[in-house]
């Protein structure tokens, strides 16, 4: 792209607007939408704050700036890198995280529920938060800052991913009580119990991958993919949470757009379905009772 007449944070800002739109680069749904993103991406990249005073908008960039920006908004624009991945750092209820390509970029109802401490079904305060499936540790070092007092233990079967977290960890000092365990799922974790499991499964069914947009094809494919029907990982959690949950412990857990389906596959559950603001992605919550019923089934 040729910088003739874009001088100042302000021309960029106005620019990438305009090709974000007649390029038609996709937003998440409940995202910050097109000024936004412009904004954090043009002051992103020069590491200055959303914040920043209008005043300073206007500012002429230098040389070596110009090309910067440039080189993002080009990234954005013509290969439909996601903004989180261009600046390293993505936003999580409230808290900022460090994100590149070997983890699923940060986005759950989660976010709104785990500040409401899920009441009013967690029956007591936890001490001990498992946090299956962890990514970038997103949920559980959210968890962490709600519930002081609580261990938590970040799990993920991908060992690039577990390295993303122990960044994570250190970004938020929460190394003397958040900690990494490589298992595949439940495999690993013996005999431990938790008084809380939050988990965001992969749940995207087979075929699903090639209809996402560009920029979700960006992420690791394995973080998404659930077998031909979407619930093969969520089943399994559904069934062996009995055997890692304490007896008031609580199992929370985002299944997407299966709410029908697994409502039809477990007609005798009365699962709890957790209120928030994302349309189509469903949470839901069971007790440690209701997993033991699962499991016996």
Request: proline residues 5%; glycine residues 4%.
């Amino acid at each position: 792209m040729s910088n003739s007449g874009l001088a100042t944070l302000r021309d960029y800002i106005r620019w990438a607007m305009s090709q974000f739109k007649q390029t038609q680069l996709f937003f998440e749904p409940d995202g910050d939408g097109l000024f936004e993103e412009a904004r954090t991406l043009v002051l992103g990249s020069l590491h200055l704050p959303y914040e920043l005073h209008d005043k300073y908008l206007d500012c002429n960039l230098h040389a070596d700036e110009h090309a910067i920006v440039q080189n993002i908004l080009t990234k954005r624009i013509e290969q439909r890198i996601p903004a989180a991945y261009l600046l390293g750092e993505a936003w999580f209820a409230g808290l900022p995280f460090k994100v590149d390509e070997r983890v699923m970029i940060p986005r759950s109802p989660l976010a709104q529920l785990i500040p409401q401490h899920f009441a009013p079904w967690l029956m007591k305060t936890p001490l001990r938060i498992l946090d299956l499936c962890t990514g970038s540790g997103c949920l559980g070092i959210a968890c962490a800052i709600e519930f002081d007092d609580a261990e938590v233990m970040l799990v993920d079967f991908s060992e690039d991913a577990l390295q993303v977290a122990k960044e994570n960890i250190a970004l938020h000092q929460l190394e003397q009580r958040v900690f990494t365990h490589r298992s595949d799922m439940f495999a690993d974790l013996r005999a431990q119990r938790f008084d809380l499991i939050v988990c965001k499964p992969p749940y995207l069914q087979a075929d699903a991958w090639s209809q996402l947009p560009r920029e979700f094809q960006h992420e690791p494919q394995e973080s998404s993919h659930a077998g031909n029907d979407g619930l093969e990982f969520i089943q399994q959690i559904l069934q062996q949470s009995s055997q890692h949950l304490t007896d008031k412990g609580l199992l929370v857990i985002e299944v997407g757009e299966h709410q029908q389906r697994l409502t039809e596959v477990y007609p005798d559950t009365d699962f709890i379905w957790l209120e928030h603001s994302h349309n189509d992605t469903a949470v839901l919550a069971l007790t440690a009772q209701q997993c033991e019923a699962l499991n016996n089934m």
